[in-house]
């Protein structure tokens, strides 16, 4: 059982320059209060053959962690032009939320971002060499979610006293803003692939 659940990403700033840093907010579930930080890390992925060129745009510690529903905002450099693959820049890349406590990944939330010239002209003939500046991306509202079963240090209050082995239900999609879409559960532990 999941200690933290996922209720809803909202991206503020979408669709926006591709040069923009990523601006949204997190809100989340926990129910037991963590003692620990849960950490958040924001990956860019342009190559999902090579994980070498996956970019970590971001991270943030939050916590201790409060039993009840819980936001943050939460603010992501763009990536890096030069860390980008010439051929991989233009049409559609991952942009993937992960969630950890100490760390244990226990939840990922994978987008697709869609980048392309800001102007029509530019989109049906580019130029040779990649005008960032004129990159507009615009993110999926329909993510994947792929939970991890990770060992918590902490037992909800209402199985404290059970005797019995007692299973959680697995939230549904109503449990996620419309905004969240397709939603798989994973009992192993992640493998390192960064892709959706």
Not at 63 to 68: D, E
Not at 76 to 100: F, H, R
Not at 149 to 166: L, M, N, R, Y
Request: some cysteine; overall charge negative; glycine content about 6%.
């Amino acid at each position: 059982m999941s200690l933290v659940t996922i209720r809803n990403v909202e991206f503020l700033n979408n669709p926006a320059r591709f040069l923009d840093p990523y601006h949204f907010r997190v809100t989340f579930e926990c129910v037991a209060p963590l003692p620990d930080d849960l950490e958040w890390r924001l990956l860019y992925v342009s190559c999902p053959d090579d994980e070498d060129l996956d970019q970590e745009l971001d991270d943030c510690l939050v916590g201790p962690v409060p039993m009840g529903v819980n936001s943050f905002e939460f603010e992501g450099s763009p990536p890096s032009p030069d860390a980008i693959p010439k051929e991989d820049v233009l049409g559609v890349a991952a942009l993937i939320l992960t969630g950890s406590y100490k760390d244990q990944e226990f939840v990922r939330v994978g987008y697709y971002q869609n980048t392309e010239y800001d102007n029509e002209e530019m989109r049906e003939n580019p130029p040779k060499q990649i005008v960032f500046e004129k990159l507009a991306r615009d993110i999926s509202s329909k993510p994947r979610v792929t939970r991890f079963q990770i060992k918590w240090d902490v037992t909800p209050p209402q199985q404290a006293h059970a005797g019995a082995a007692t299973s959680a239900a697995v939230p549904s999609a109503n449990d996620l803003d419309v905004t969240m879409g397709e939603e798989s559960t994973e009992a192993a532990k992640p493998n390192g692939s960064s892709g959706l």
